[in-house]
Protein backbone atom coordinates (compact mmCIF):
# COMPACT_ATOMS: atom_id res chain seq x y z
CA UNK A 1 0.00 0.00 0.00
CA UNK A 2 1.54 3.53 -1.14
CA UNK A 3 1.41 6.26 1.19
CA UNK A 4 -1.80 8.01 0.86
CA UNK A 5 -1.56 11.19 -1.67
CA UNK A 6 -3.59 14.26 -0.16
CA UNK A 7 -4.75 17.32 -2.32
CA UNK A 8 -7.45 19.58 -1.99
CA UNK A 9 -9.50 17.84 -5.27
CA UNK A 10 -10.21 14.55 -6.46
CA UNK A 11 -11.62 14.48 -10.57
CA UNK A 12 -12.88 11.20 -11.07
CA UNK A 13 -13.15 10.77 -14.87
CA UNK A 14 -11.46 13.32 -18.22
CA UNK A 15 -13.43 13.62 -20.34
CA UNK A 16 -14.67 17.51 -21.36
CA UNK A 17 -16.64 18.13 -18.31
CA UNK A 18 -13.49 17.07 -15.81
CA UNK A 19 -10.75 18.33 -17.85
CA UNK A 20 -12.35 21.26 -18.16
CA UNK A 21 -12.39 22.11 -13.97
CA UNK A 22 -9.21 20.63 -13.76
CA UNK A 23 -8.19 23.20 -16.46
CA UNK A 24 -10.00 25.80 -14.19
CA UNK A 25 -8.36 25.09 -10.90
CA UNK A 26 -5.48 25.27 -12.55
CA UNK A 27 -6.22 28.89 -13.47
CA UNK A 28 -7.71 29.65 -10.18
CA UNK A 29 -4.45 27.95 -8.00
CA UNK A 30 -6.53 24.53 -6.88
CA UNK A 31 -4.85 21.30 -6.28
CA UNK A 32 -6.10 18.53 -7.62
CA UNK A 33 -5.28 14.85 -9.34
CA UNK A 34 -7.67 13.44 -12.16
CA UNK A 35 -8.28 10.05 -12.37
CA UNK A 36 -9.33 8.50 -15.37
CA UNK A 37 -10.08 4.39 -16.25
CA UNK A 38 -9.06 4.75 -20.02
CA UNK A 39 -5.75 5.19 -21.25
CA UNK A 40 -5.87 8.66 -23.21
CA UNK A 41 -8.63 11.40 -24.52
CA UNK A 42 -11.30 9.57 -26.63
CA UNK A 43 -10.29 8.61 -30.05
CA UNK A 44 -14.11 9.12 -30.93
CA UNK A 45 -15.28 12.75 -32.23
CA UNK A 46 -19.16 11.80 -30.24
CA UNK A 47 -20.18 15.17 -29.73
CA UNK A 48 -19.68 18.11 -32.11
CA UNK A 49 -21.45 21.44 -31.22
CA UNK A 50 -19.63 23.94 -29.33
CA UNK A 51 -21.11 27.23 -27.85
CA UNK A 52 -20.51 30.62 -27.80
CA UNK A 53 -20.02 30.53 -24.28
CA UNK A 54 -17.88 27.76 -24.26
CA UNK A 55 -15.68 29.90 -26.73
CA UNK A 56 -15.80 33.14 -24.31
CA UNK A 57 -14.55 30.41 -21.71
CA UNK A 58 -11.58 28.82 -24.04
CA UNK A 59 -10.79 32.67 -24.96
CA UNK A 60 -10.38 33.02 -20.90
CA UNK A 61 -7.71 30.16 -21.34
CA UNK A 62 -6.00 31.22 -24.64
CA UNK A 63 -8.01 28.32 -26.46
CA UNK A 64 -10.77 29.99 -28.30
CA UNK A 65 -8.83 31.06 -31.83
CA UNK A 66 -7.25 27.29 -31.61
CA UNK A 67 -10.44 25.92 -31.26
CA UNK A 68 -12.02 27.88 -34.18
CA UNK A 69 -9.07 27.13 -36.43
CA UNK A 70 -9.63 23.30 -35.99
CA UNK A 71 -13.25 23.65 -36.42
CA UNK A 72 -15.80 24.29 -38.92
CA UNK A 73 -18.59 27.12 -38.35
CA UNK A 74 -22.24 26.18 -38.90
CA UNK A 75 -23.20 29.06 -41.11
CA UNK A 76 -26.43 28.10 -42.79
CA UNK A 77 -28.79 25.54 -42.40
CA UNK A 78 -30.85 23.84 -45.39
CA UNK A 79 -34.06 22.06 -45.00
CA UNK A 80 -34.72 19.50 -47.81
CA UNK A 81 -37.92 17.32 -48.02
CA UNK A 82 -37.52 14.32 -51.51
CA UNK A 83 -34.49 15.41 -52.02
CA UNK A 84 -35.20 19.18 -52.83
CA UNK A 85 -34.59 22.29 -50.74
CA UNK A 86 -37.03 23.77 -49.41
CA UNK A 87 -35.90 26.76 -47.68
CA UNK A 88 -32.37 28.22 -46.29
CA UNK A 89 -31.30 29.85 -42.97
CA UNK A 90 -28.29 32.08 -42.17
CA UNK A 91 -26.87 30.55 -38.98
CA UNK A 92 -23.26 32.34 -39.63
CA UNK A 93 -24.06 35.49 -36.95
CA UNK A 94 -27.16 34.24 -35.29
CA UNK A 95 -25.92 35.62 -31.81
CA UNK A 96 -23.97 39.06 -33.19
CA UNK A 97 -24.08 41.58 -30.59
CA UNK A 98 -23.98 39.11 -27.88
CA UNK A 99 -20.85 37.28 -28.11
CA UNK A 100 -17.25 37.68 -29.92
CA UNK A 101 -18.46 33.74 -31.49
CA UNK A 102 -21.43 34.60 -32.63
CA UNK A 103 -22.02 31.04 -34.57
CA UNK A 104 -22.05 27.59 -33.56
CA UNK A 105 -18.74 25.69 -34.02
CA UNK A 106 -18.83 22.27 -35.02
CA UNK A 107 -15.37 20.85 -33.15
CA UNK A 108 -15.49 17.09 -32.20
CA UNK A 109 -15.31 16.36 -29.07
CA UNK A 110 -11.84 14.29 -29.22
CA UNK A 111 -10.31 17.53 -30.52
CA UNK A 112 -12.21 19.28 -27.85
CA UNK A 113 -10.46 17.22 -24.97
CA UNK A 114 -6.95 17.05 -26.77
CA UNK A 115 -7.48 20.90 -26.53
CA UNK A 116 -8.04 21.10 -22.64
CA UNK A 117 -5.47 18.38 -21.98
CA UNK A 118 -2.81 20.19 -23.56
CA UNK A 119 -3.19 23.12 -21.59
CA UNK A 120 -2.74 20.66 -18.47
CA UNK A 121 0.48 19.77 -19.48
CA UNK A 122 1.69 23.03 -20.36
CA UNK A 123 0.83 23.95 -17.25
CA UNK A 124 3.03 20.90 -15.81
CA UNK A 125 -0.32 19.18 -14.61
CA UNK A 126 -1.46 15.34 -15.59
CA UNK A 127 -4.11 12.93 -15.70
CA UNK A 128 -3.72 9.59 -14.22
CA UNK A 129 -4.54 7.35 -17.28
CA UNK A 130 -5.76 3.84 -16.37
CA UNK A 131 -6.63 4.20 -12.64
CA UNK A 132 -10.46 3.53 -11.75
CA UNK A 133 -12.24 4.54 -8.53
CA UNK A 134 -12.83 1.47 -6.71
CA UNK A 135 -14.25 3.08 -3.66
CA UNK A 136 -15.27 6.07 -2.07
CA UNK A 137 -16.13 7.38 1.73
CA UNK A 138 -16.45 10.97 3.78
CA UNK A 139 -16.41 12.68 6.91
CA UNK A 140 -17.32 15.89 8.30
CA UNK A 141 -13.09 16.73 7.32
CA UNK A 142 -12.29 15.19 4.41
CA UNK A 143 -12.85 12.61 1.26
CA UNK A 144 -10.94 9.65 0.92
CA UNK A 145 -10.65 7.84 -2.45
CA UNK A 146 -9.40 3.99 -3.30
CA UNK A 147 -7.84 3.65 -6.68
CA UNK A 148 -7.02 0.57 -8.48
CA UNK A 149 -4.02 0.98 -11.41
CA UNK A 150 -4.64 -1.25 -14.65
CA UNK A 151 -1.84 -3.32 -12.92
CA UNK A 152 -3.88 -3.84 -10.10
CA UNK A 153 -1.82 -1.45 -7.61
CA UNK A 154 -3.83 0.29 -4.91
CA UNK A 155 -3.15 4.19 -4.42
CA UNK A 156 -5.60 6.42 -2.04
CA UNK A 157 -5.87 9.91 -2.17
CA UNK A 158 -7.68 11.94 0.48
CA UNK A 159 -9.00 15.53 -0.50
CA UNK A 160 -11.29 18.00 1.07
CA UNK A 161 -13.86 17.05 -2.01
CA UNK A 162 -14.70 14.69 -4.21
CA UNK A 163 -16.36 15.52 -7.71
CA UNK A 164 -17.80 12.72 -10.21
CA UNK A 165 -17.37 14.20 -13.81
CA UNK A 166 -17.47 10.09 -14.86
CA UNK A 167 -20.58 9.85 -17.36
CA UNK A 168 -24.19 8.97 -17.52
CA UNK A 169 -23.44 5.32 -15.61
CA UNK A 170 -21.16 7.65 -13.12
CA UNK A 171 -19.83 5.09 -10.40
CA UNK A 172 -19.86 8.23 -8.16
CA UNK A 173 -23.33 9.18 -8.59
CA UNK A 174 -23.97 5.41 -7.67
CA UNK A 175 -22.23 5.34 -4.11
CA UNK A 176 -23.43 8.61 -3.42
CA UNK A 177 -27.18 6.49 -3.67
CA UNK A 178 -28.23 9.59 -5.83
CA UNK A 179 -31.69 9.33 -7.83
CA UNK A 180 -31.60 9.73 -11.54
CA UNK A 181 -34.53 10.43 -12.55
CA UNK A 182 -36.53 10.99 -15.83
CA UNK A 183 -37.46 9.15 -18.87
CA UNK A 184 -36.09 7.44 -22.09
CA UNK A 185 -37.42 7.98 -25.88
CA UNK A 186 -37.72 4.58 -27.08
CA UNK A 187 -36.87 5.25 -30.90
CA UNK A 188 -32.92 4.18 -32.00
CA UNK A 189 -30.78 6.74 -32.93
CA UNK A 190 -27.47 6.43 -35.05
CA UNK A 191 -24.52 8.64 -35.71
CA UNK A 192 -21.74 8.35 -38.06
CA UNK A 193 -18.77 10.05 -39.31
CA UNK A 194 -18.18 9.89 -42.95
CA UNK A 195 -16.95 11.81 -46.24
CA UNK A 196 -20.16 12.26 -48.65
CA UNK A 197 -20.27 12.74 -52.39
CA UNK A 198 -22.93 14.72 -53.16
CA UNK A 199 -24.34 17.96 -55.09
CA UNK A 200 -24.78 20.19 -52.17
CA UNK A 201 -22.13 22.44 -50.66
CA UNK A 202 -20.37 21.54 -47.39
CA UNK A 203 -20.61 24.78 -46.48
CA UNK A 204 -24.13 24.20 -44.61
CA UNK A 205 -25.95 21.70 -42.20
CA UNK A 206 -28.54 19.84 -44.51
CA UNK A 207 -31.77 18.74 -42.33
CA UNK A 208 -33.37 16.20 -44.43
CA UNK A 209 -37.22 15.87 -43.26
CA UNK A 210 -39.68 12.99 -43.68
CA UNK A 211 -42.53 11.72 -42.48
CA UNK A 212 -42.22 10.61 -38.59
CA UNK A 213 -38.02 11.01 -39.33
CA UNK A 214 -35.28 12.99 -40.55
CA UNK A 215 -31.50 12.82 -40.97
CA UNK A 216 -28.92 15.92 -40.55
CA UNK A 217 -25.53 16.40 -42.37
CA UNK A 218 -23.50 18.77 -40.09
CA UNK A 219 -20.19 20.21 -41.72
CA UNK A 220 -16.91 18.98 -40.52
CA UNK A 221 -13.52 20.28 -40.68
CA UNK A 222 -12.17 18.85 -43.90
CA UNK A 223 -12.84 18.01 -47.51
CA UNK A 224 -16.42 16.13 -47.49
CA UNK A 225 -16.73 15.13 -43.91
CA UNK A 226 -19.74 15.04 -42.16
CA UNK A 227 -21.59 14.05 -38.92
CA UNK A 228 -24.35 12.44 -39.97
CA UNK A 229 -27.03 12.02 -37.29
CA UNK A 230 -30.79 10.11 -37.83
CA UNK A 231 -33.47 7.86 -36.91
CA UNK A 232 -34.75 4.23 -37.44
CA UNK A 233 -38.14 3.90 -37.33
CA UNK A 234 -40.31 3.18 -34.58
CA UNK A 235 -41.04 -0.56 -35.32
CA UNK A 236 -37.40 -0.96 -35.68
CA UNK A 237 -36.00 -3.81 -32.84
CA UNK A 238 -32.77 -4.66 -33.16
CA UNK A 239 -30.37 -3.41 -29.99
CA UNK A 240 -27.93 -1.09 -30.24
CA UNK A 241 -25.06 -4.10 -30.58
CA UNK A 242 -26.71 -5.66 -32.91
CA UNK A 243 -27.16 -3.12 -35.90
CA UNK A 244 -24.76 -3.13 -38.95
CA UNK A 245 -22.86 -0.38 -40.27
CA UNK A 246 -25.02 -1.62 -43.77
CA UNK A 247 -28.09 -0.81 -41.99
CA UNK A 248 -27.25 2.61 -40.88
CA UNK A 249 -26.25 3.90 -44.63
CA UNK A 250 -29.18 2.15 -45.96
CA UNK A 251 -31.58 4.33 -43.75
CA UNK A 252 -29.71 7.12 -44.48
CA UNK A 253 -30.01 6.94 -48.15
CA UNK A 254 -33.66 6.49 -47.68
CA UNK A 255 -34.40 9.01 -45.69
CA UNK A 256 -32.23 11.37 -47.64
CA UNK A 257 -33.79 11.03 -51.00
CA UNK A 258 -30.73 11.81 -52.36
CA UNK A 259 -27.77 11.16 -54.98
CA UNK A 260 -24.84 10.15 -52.18
CA UNK A 261 -21.81 8.15 -52.05
CA UNK A 262 -20.59 7.86 -48.17
CA UNK A 263 -17.51 6.64 -47.49
CA UNK A 264 -14.37 6.81 -45.30
CA UNK A 265 -16.20 6.34 -42.55
CA UNK A 266 -14.08 7.08 -39.49
CA UNK A 267 -16.89 6.14 -36.75
CA UNK A 268 -20.48 5.34 -36.16
CA UNK A 269 -22.73 4.89 -33.28
CA UNK A 270 -26.11 4.29 -32.16
CA UNK A 271 -28.09 5.04 -29.01
CA UNK A 272 -30.96 5.75 -27.79
CA UNK A 273 -31.79 9.55 -26.06
CA UNK A 274 -32.15 9.69 -22.22
CA UNK A 275 -33.57 13.01 -20.72
CA UNK A 276 -32.55 12.70 -16.54
CA UNK A 277 -31.24 14.58 -13.75
CA UNK A 278 -30.28 14.05 -10.02
CA UNK A 279 -32.63 15.71 -7.30
CA UNK A 280 -29.00 17.57 -5.86
CA UNK A 281 -25.68 17.92 -7.43
CA UNK A 282 -23.86 16.98 -4.06
CA UNK A 283 -23.72 15.05 -1.36
CA UNK A 284 -21.45 15.77 2.03
CA UNK A 285 -17.95 16.65 0.46
CA UNK A 286 -18.79 15.13 -2.98
CA UNK A 287 -20.06 16.73 -6.23
CA UNK A 288 -21.70 15.20 -9.75
CA UNK A 289 -21.09 17.57 -12.69
CA UNK A 290 -21.79 17.16 -16.45
CA UNK A 291 -23.16 13.39 -17.80
CA UNK A 292 -23.11 12.53 -14.11
CA UNK A 293 -25.51 15.06 -12.96
CA UNK A 294 -27.94 15.80 -16.51
CA UNK A 295 -28.44 14.20 -19.75
CA UNK A 296 -30.97 15.15 -22.21
CA UNK A 297 -31.63 15.09 -25.63
CA UNK A 298 -28.44 16.61 -28.06
CA UNK A 299 -30.68 19.02 -30.13
CA UNK A 300 -29.40 22.17 -30.03
CA UNK A 301 -25.95 20.88 -29.22
CA UNK A 302 -25.48 21.83 -25.84
CA UNK A 303 -24.46 18.09 -23.63
CA UNK A 304 -21.02 18.75 -23.82
CA UNK A 305 -21.44 22.31 -23.51
CA UNK A 306 -23.23 22.42 -20.14
CA UNK A 307 -20.27 19.84 -18.57
CA UNK A 308 -17.41 22.25 -19.40
CA UNK A 309 -19.37 24.99 -18.04
CA UNK A 310 -20.27 23.03 -14.83
CA UNK A 311 -16.44 22.76 -14.27
CA UNK A 312 -16.23 26.36 -15.05
CA UNK A 313 -18.73 27.20 -12.36
CA UNK A 314 -17.97 24.63 -9.91
CA UNK A 315 -14.16 25.52 -9.87
CA UNK A 316 -14.25 29.93 -9.09
CA UNK A 317 -16.62 28.58 -6.00
CA UNK A 318 -14.55 26.01 -5.02
CA UNK A 319 -11.17 28.00 -4.70
CA UNK A 320 -12.98 30.78 -2.87
CA UNK A 321 -14.11 28.41 -0.31
CA UNK A 322 -10.86 26.87 -0.40
CA UNK A 323 -8.98 30.14 0.06
CA UNK A 324 -11.31 31.05 2.76
CA UNK A 325 -13.12 34.16 0.81
CA UNK A 326 -16.51 32.87 1.00
CA UNK A 327 -18.48 30.11 3.10
CA UNK A 328 -19.37 26.90 1.89
CA UNK A 329 -23.39 27.28 1.48
CA UNK A 330 -21.62 29.41 -2.06
CA UNK A 331 -21.37 25.31 -2.83
Known amino acids: METTIKTDFVIVGA????????????RHGVDFVVVEKNEGVTPFSKAIGVQARTLEIYEQMDLAEEAVAQGAIGAKGRFLVGGEVRGEVDFSNIGEGLSAYPFVLMLEQSKNERLLYKYLQDHQKH???NTELESFSQTEAHVTARLRTAGGDIRDIQAQYLVGCDGAKSPVRHGLGLEFGGSTFERMFFVADAQVDWHLSHDALHVCLAQDSFVVFFPLKGDKRYRIVGVFPPEFAKDEGDILYEEIEQRIKEEAKLELDIHDVEWFSTYKVHTRHVSKFSAGRCFLAGDSAHIHSPAGAQGMNTGIQDGYNLAWKMALVLKGKAGERLL
Do not use: D, E, R
Open 127 to 129: VLW
Open 15 to 26: GPTGLSLACQFV
